[in-house]
């Protein structure tokens, strides 16, 4: 078996507060937007996103919470001007840029779905 593609849904309340959360943090696009589902794609499309609107019938009613157990990790060039928006955006924001004990600089962030969001980069100094 040889794995194609791997896709994170995230599920939210709100879809286009969300939306706009990846769309004016990083490096993404909409590919496909509806009231139920938003794939959000990279320029290159070698990187994507999906989230699906809370409640849809094809998420199993188990699964319908707040997320846990998980976040997800948007390894960029510099943290710093990720931080420098998320200020600006009023993004919740966890933890500000911290050097790792394994060398790379974190930031992390809460998304409008209570998803953690690691943003993370090369310390560069």
Known sequence: MKINRI????CSENLEESKEFY???????????????VHLISEGRDLEIGIMKSGHELIPSEFNGKPAGMYITLVVDDVNPVFEKAKGLGIQIIQEPTLTF?????????????VLVDVSSPDNG
Not at 23 to 37: G, I, K
């Open 7 to 10: 896709l994170t849904n995230l």
């Open 102 to 114: 394994y060398g790379q600089k974190r930031l992390l962030l809460k998304d409008p779905a209570g």
């Open 23 to 37: 769309l004016n943090l990083f490096d993404f696009r909409v590919d496909y937007d509806s009231d139920w589902f």
